[in-house]
């Protein structure tokens, strides 16, 4: 039960924060309005980390879908 309370949460939080990358252009992002901006600089500090964390939350959401897999398994 845990780990699905865990699944939901990590799912939720991954989606928030791959909402608040910004767009890399060439895709998508550029038929809303994404495109328009100039990116002067590459990448700040503030979106290494946001990589940085979307990677972390990523790792956790991934290990708890094998952990459920894995629970669900031995329950048969």
Do not use: P
Request: aromatic share 6%; with cysteine.
């Amino acid at each position: 039960m845990g780990f699905s309370i865990a699944l939901i949460i990590f799912s939720a939080l991954l989606m928030l924060l791959v909402l608040m990358h910004k767009g890399k252009g060439g895709g998508l992002s550029d038929m809303f309005g994404g495109g328009m901006q100039s990116s002067v600089g590459g990448s700040s500090v503030a979106e290494r980390n946001l990589d940085r964390i979307t990677v972390v939350v990523g790792l956790c959401w991934f290990s708890c879908i094998v952990v459920l897999g894995l629970l669900m398994k031995l329950d048969r």
